[in-house]
């Protein structure tokens, strides 16, 4: 009996080729595994064989999308492989955008059954959930020895044709996709089983899931702009030239305060942009585009509002997940709250 054959995508970065200094490597088809890959052939067993790997940057491919994914296609072509497997990307948010990028490319043009596996915070799980399967993952690699078991299992049954059963049965992500069946009890017998376990407090199973929405109330107006004590955050990546905190330009892990005593405007010279997501031309002409010190100083010195904080606080919002930035909410707050701080204006791109 033939192998069923597998072509497997990853990064630079899961490759060995290197972390950020090498994000802009361009696409390489090599024959068989590579990095993970190994974990996976020893899930997959016998029967199954990673006859390529697919290895692309992350920058490269998230700056050229259209010609990565059409070089990315005729490599995986080539190999004329059962099922296409991407990462998992963990939380590596540009990653994960072009693993779900690549294979959705894949599962349209080629016909070709395709996984891939990310964090659920990962901003591929919302761009392509309704599009793939793809198995959640944990925040970490330090994960890979749970997800590969996962994958492999879905690979054979694509492998093999076999039904895929929901996201709870395969342990990957919720698609939103609703499934008729008959169930062994009518609606009415479910609702009063489900009532009297939530009664006793113990563990049930609801049949229609609701979404989580994060409410946040509005701050209170500010009483007093004449005297109030305004800051600047801005999560459009304006950074000293050099970027000496190496704030990523996106899926950002960090945040960064810089000082901008006796400044009237952020001169292009000193500063500019580092953000992945927006045409950066227009703010590394004139930075004040995006954090506008400019104006912000004329209404100062023409007293609209009492004072500007000496710095102003940035990061990038592109790919970068949503615990990361109620992390730096928190602490960007607290600062402003220890320096009474009385209001923030918060501009983006």
Request: net charge negative.
């Amino acid at each position: 009996m033939a192998k069923y054959k597998i072509v497997h995508y990853i990064n630079q970065f899961f490759a060995g080729i290197g972390g950020e200094e090498k994000a802009d490597y361009t696409p390489e088809l090599r024959e068989g595994v590579v990095g993970p890959g190994k974990g996976l052939k020893a899930a997959l067993g016998e029967d199954y064989e990673i006859v390529s790997t697919v290895i692309c940057g992350d920058n490269y491919f998230g700056e050229n999308l259209d010609a990565a994914t059409d070089t990315i296609i005729e490599m995986v072509k080539k190999c004329e492989p059962d099922v296409f497997v991407a990462g998992p990307a963990f939380n590596a948010g540009r990653y994960g955008v072009a693993c779900g990028t690549i294979c959705k490319a894949v599962e349209e043009r080629l016909g070709i059954p395709v996984i891939t596996g990310m964090y659920i915070e990962n901003p591929g799980v919302d761009m392509f959930r309704k599009d793939l399967i793809i198995v959640e993952t944990p925040n970490s690699a330090a994960g890979m020895p749970k997800v590969l078991p996962v994958m492999s299992a879905l690979i054979k049954k694509m492998a093999a044709g076999a039904k895929i059963l929901g996201p709870k049965e395969e342990g990957y992500i919720e698609r939103g996709i609703r499934v008729n069946y008959f169930a062994e009890k009518r609606g009415s017998e479910r609702a009063l089983e489900m009532l009297v376990k939530k009664l006793k407090g113990e563990e049930y199973g609801t049949d229609l899931p609701m979404p989580k929405f994060d409410r946040v109330a509005p701050a209170e107006p500010v009483k007093d702009i004449k005297h109030a004590k305004i800051a600047v955050v801005t999560s459009g990546g304006i950074v000293p030239t050099g970027n000496p905190d190496h704030i990523e330009s996106s899926n950002a892990t960090k945040w960064g305060k810089y000082d901008i005593t006796g400044m009237d405007r952020l001169s292009p010279d000193e500063f500019t942009t580092i953000h992945g997501g927006y045409d950066r031309q227009f703010a590394m002409a004139n930075p004040n585009v995006v954090v506008p010190l400019d104006a912000l100083r004329e209404l100062e010195k023409a007293g609209e509002f009492g004072e500007l904080v000496n710095y102003f606080c940035t990061t990038t919002g592109t790919g970068t997940a949503t615990a990361s930035a109620a992390k730096f909410g928190s602490e960007i707050g607290q600062m402003f709250i220890d320096e009474h701080v009385d209001a923030v204006i918060l501009v983006s791109t």
